[in-house]
């Protein structure tokens, strides 16, 4: 440190003679501190060692005291080994990693300052591919070439002094100046998520760039095995959209557009209708043994239709009229078949649940309240002529009673109510039963907890049935 405002100089102590104080550096110090550059010098050092020591001069020129002797050694001529720094600019991969797109890129080295180098390249193969002579290094010894047009590959470049045989290490070069479009592995058709997974392959480690039309969504990273999948971080609306990806190398090439695919995005909720059943909501025995009970309606185009009653679930069918559809609807339908009709029995207040289901499987769903009067009607008796008078007949028919029933059926209810001509003879399952007979006995076998009325023709109560009794 010196005094602030004084003159610095700095002294070539190795040659100094008596009365010598020719200086190397002559500096005015308006601080403290101070620092040589190698600008400051007033003439070039040659090879050799030096001592350098320093002194302040104060503005009367007088001199302070020296400072410590610093040794130097310098060295700036003859041959020195070129190394070789990369690229530079020209490094278009990752930084001085010596992957570029630029089939003439820049070498830059250093080596002795105005110094002449030699430049080699050598394939994979080890086969020299490239000389270059004489290049010029500049006052601080830093030089640059630029490579002539070479092809795609991996080469090992050696620079040395001109006319010297000791060369430096090699340095790896590779040259990538094409990159593959990207393959898209999804398959076209429709999705029901708004954030559908796209997948494909891709140059192991490539970005790649997924575009809708000429939109960018956004962009991921092939694998070291080259897949690659991209989902979009927000939902996309509702639609058709046309995919297509770019891939970007380690050097930075950036490839054609994909194939383009299709994707149509269906992620809303369906809608579904039920329509009226059997004109009112009530479907008869005559309904049932004449025409098909026909369970209808609408849902989106492209759903699927089921149809719940009790513990049973059926599909209904799906018309889809895509030529032809421009509300965005199709018809569904279901049949109901015998086996349904003896699920259900007769019955009021049936509840039929229809859900449509689109291909995200998100479903909506409608109800509809049915009754079923399925039970066998009345059958009026054989009309009888009771008499006849002047030309007038009175023919009686006589009433047939609800529910009759021939032969052996199978009926399902809650309760039953028998009229008979004849003897009775039941088997049943039921919780009541009343039982009016004409005949002579009256046998009744019900698997269940019975409550019981019962008479014969002279109106005598027989009230003592239970579970699985006869009389």
């Given at each position: ?14 040659s ?34 030096y001592?350098?020591?320093a ?47 630029d ?65 430096s ?20 058709g429709?999705v ?37 999948t ?47 059943v ?56 279901y ?41 066998p ?15 007038n ?52 076998k ?14 005598r ?11």
């Open positions: 440190m010196v005094g602030q405002d004084q003159t610095l100089l700095t002294l070539d102590a190795s100094l003679t008596a009365g010598d104080t020719a200086p190397l550096v002559t500096e005015v110090i308006s601080g403290s501190s101070w620092k040589l550059e190698s600008s400051q010098y007033a003439r070039d050092l040659a090879d050799g060692s001592t350098l020591i002194v302040g001069v104060d503005e009367f020129g007088n001199l302070g005291p020296l400072s410590s002797e610093v040794s130097i050694s310098v060295n700036a001529s003859g041959a020195t080994v070129p190394q070789i720094l990369g690229i530079g600019e020209s490094d278009t991969g990752r930084p001085a990693d010596g992957l570029t797109k089939d003439t890129p820049v070498v830059k080295g250093v080596g002795a300052a105005n110094g002449s180098i030699d430049l080699k390249i050598y394939n994979a193969s080890n086969t020299l591919v490239q000389t270059h002579t004489n290049i010029s290094a500049d006052g601080g010894g830093f030089w640059t070439v630029s490579l002539t047009s070479i092809a795609d590959g991996t080469y090992r470049v050696v620079a040395n002094a001109s006319g010297s045989s000791e060369s290490g090699s340095y790896a070069l590779v040259i990538d100046t094409v990159v593959a479009a990207p393959v898209i592995l999804t398959a076209p429709v029901g998520t708004s954030q559908p997974v796209i997948a494909g392959t891709a140059e192991a480690n490539a970005r790649v760039q997924v575009f809708s039309a000429s939109t960018l969504l956004g962009e991921t990273q092939a694998s070291a095995a080259g897949t690659w991209y989902m979009p971080n927000s939902p996309l609306a509702d639609g058709i959209y046309t995919i297509s990806a770019k891939a970007i190398d380690l050097a930075g090439n950036l490839s054609e557009a994909s194939t383009v695919i299709s994707l149509e995005i269906k992620s809303a909720a369906p809608t579904i209708t039920f329509g009226v059997s004109g009112n909501d009530v479907v008869s025995g005559f309904d049932r043994d004449t025409t098909d009970v026909v369970l209808s309606g609408s849902a989106t185009t492209g759903s699927s239709v089921s149809v719940v009653f009790g513990s049973q679930s059926r599909l209904a069918t799906v018309v889809d009229d895509e030529q032809n559809d421009t509300d965005g609807f199709s018809r569904w339908t049949v109901l078949k015998p086996a349904d009709f003896d699920f259900i029995g007769a019955q009021d207040d049936v509840q039929f649940t229809v859900s449509a289901i689109n291909v995200l499987g998100v479903a909506s769903t409608a109800s509809r309240t049915v009754d079923f009067r399925t039970a009607v009345a059958t009026p008796g054989k009309p009888v002529v009771s008499s006849a008078s002047g030309g007949a009175t023919v009686f028919v006589s009433p047939g009673a609800a529910g009759s029933i021939t032969g052996t059926k199978v009926v399902s209810a809650n309760a039953i109510v028998l009229n008979s001509a004849t003897d009775i003879d039941v088997r049943t399952n039921v919780s009541s039963a009343a039982l009016n007979a004409k005949g002579t006995s009256v046998s009744l019900n698997d269940g907890a019975l409550s019981l009325t019962a008479t014969m023709e002279d109106g109560p027989q009230s003592d049935f239970r579970r699985n009794d006869a009389c």
